[in-house]
């Protein structure tokens, strides 16, 4: 069974603050990685694909992986109150065109205090 | 650019129904795949369509079962409803040629089921 964990939260942060997510999964065989922001009674835009060990970086977010530690995380700095949403962490098998659907987590909800 | 459309938004069944679910995806995408989020959950993979056949399929019973049609537009239909059902239908739609995981969301189908 496939399973990606997040602390459900609410994780509180004062605005311009850096916001730290994390995320755990148990499929060893995973091979790429996403964190989708999903604001309240709205459907997942994804903001970050992260495929390799180490930090990708995309503006105020940096996604962060380590494969032998089977964890993700994502740091969103100068946290802005629109920023307000649960972020879904996702996994999946495949990094190219192969067929997978995504296992995503439960998501964790950030409140950004202004 | 039209991004991905679902019909209807909202709808209401009673237990034992059947219901179809609509959606096209995004200009230039070829593959759909179908999600059900419950209340405070991540979205759960239920299948994906790639010329127009399943090619993956989560663990969800039979009763949950789809099509793809040549234009790409995809539907989903859930025989006898149960309470159990009543969900966020996500819709999302990629690019064969593009990272699996990299995926775009329609609004979904909010389905209630008494």
């Known amino acids: 069974q496939k399973e990606v964990e997040q602390n459900s939260g609410p994780l509180s942060v004062p605005e311009g603050a850096i916001a730290s997510l994390n995320c755990t999964y148990s499929?060893?065989?995973?091979?790429?990685f996403f964190w989708y922001r999903q604001y309240s009674g709205k459907s997942p835009e994804l903001i970050m694909s992260?495929?390799?060990?180490g930090d990708k970086e995309d503006g105020r977010f940096t996604a962060q992986l380590n494969k032998a530690s089977q964890y993700v995380s994502l740091l969103i700095r100068d946290s802005q109150p629109s920023d307000s949403a649960t972020y879904l962490c996702?996994?999946?098998?495949?990094?190219?065109?192969?067929?997978?659907?995504?296992?995503f987590g439960k998501g964790t909800h950030l409140i950004i205090q202004p | 650019d039209a991004g991905v459309t679902q019909s209807p938004t909202h709808l209401i069944k009673t237990r034992g129904q059947q219901v179809t679910l609509r959606c096209s995806p995004k200009?230039?995408?070829?593959?759909v795949s179908w999600y059900q989020q419950a209340l405070g959950q991540g979205p759960q993979f239920i299948f994906q369509?790639?010329?127009?056949?399943?090619?993956q399929r989560g663990n969800f019973p039979d009763r949950f079962s789809g099509h793809q049609f040549p234009n790409y537009s995809s539907e989903l239909n859930v025989n006898a409803l149960l309470l159990g059902d009543s969900a966020l239908y996500l819709c999302?739609?990629?690019?064969?040629?593009?990272?699996?995981?990299?995926?775009?969301f329609g609004e979904g189908s909010r389905l209630t089921v008494l």
């Open positions: 996702a996994v999946n098998r495949y990094s190219g065109g192969g067929a997978d659907g995504l296992t």
């Open positions: 369509y790639y010329e127009e056949e399943e090619r």
């Open positions: 200009s230039g995408h070829d593959t």
């Open positions: 999302a739609s990629s690019s064969s040629t593009l990272p699996t995981g990299e995926l775009f």
């Open positions: 992260i495929y390799s060990n």
């Open positions: 499929d060893r065989g995973s091979q790429s």
